[in-house]
């Protein structure tokens, strides 16, 4: 069964299966992420106002822009689509919460206020998807769409969007509340 499915692919079969199983959790945690910011505890209305006590102005337009950037942009990362782009989402929306809540918390997500090793885990998880490729195992190799990129156009069609999307938007609209 193996060596079948090391046929079926370009690659080591367990590169393309490390590759799967990664966007799979990563690409599942924020779908997660955006459905509860709109379904869950307190909807979007909730998310809207958390995002206002951030600093965060409009709070409902970040709200509806984040949830529904964790939702493509998650779906996209599972199905291995468009995956630099994809990764870049995760990482803009992943920059934005360190930045705004979780960095000024320490480091541990069990700390008051919530810490950064879970968003510094999402954001290099979809680095290391958008520099390295989603693998065999991917609608992007199935269309050979973005796999024809040199590493230095992967990375950079991953991290400088991701990065510099997250920080004009914080320059254009995070206004932090002074406690």
Known sequence: MLNMLATMTTGPWSTNLGLLVLRAILGFVM???????IFGGG????????????????????????????????????????TPLAAAGVIGVMVVALLTNHLKNGFFIFRPGEGYEYV?????????IGCTGPGA???????????????????????????????????????????
């Not at 195992?137 to 997250?166: M, R």
């Open 31 to 37: 779908v997660a992420h955006g459905y509860n910011h």
């Open 43 to 82: 909807k979007i209305k909730g998310t809207a106002g958390w995002f206002e006590s951030l600093g965060m102005k409009p709070g409902i337009v970040h709200a509806w822009a984040a949830s529904i950037t964790e939702l493509g942009a998650g779906i996209l990362v599972m199905v291995g689509l468009l």
């Open 137 to 179: 195992w991917s609608i992007d190799a199935h269309l050979k769409v973005v796999t024809n990129l040199s590493p230095v156009s992967q990375v950079a069609l991953t991290i400088v969007p991701g990065v510099l999307g997250a920080l004009a938007l914080l320059a254009a609209c995070w206004r932090p509340v002074k406690r």
């Open 120 to 128: 510094v885990t999402l954001i290099l998880g979809a680095v290391a």
